[in-house]
């Protein structure tokens, strides 16, 4: 079963799900999950690495092939410049 992305106007497909509760403010942001469920919204992963939670809300990202670490690239490369 194909799922697209749930943002309005976006025909990605989906590759993360994220779902979300109000009681702990948190956002949970992890692969795609295997089934569809009502409490969860699917994004495609430009969308997913835009998702920022509401002030206050933790974002808790799971995804498997979430970047570590993008700093340090950034860090290395400036070296290599100098
Ligand atoms: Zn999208």
Redesign the pocket.
Known sequence: MRRS???PA?A?S?SATFTYEYRSSTVWLDDLAAEDHPSTYD??A??ADRLTPPQGWTLADRRRSARPTSLWDMGSGTALAG
């Open positions: 992305c749930s943002r976006c990605s989906a994004l495609c430009a969308h």
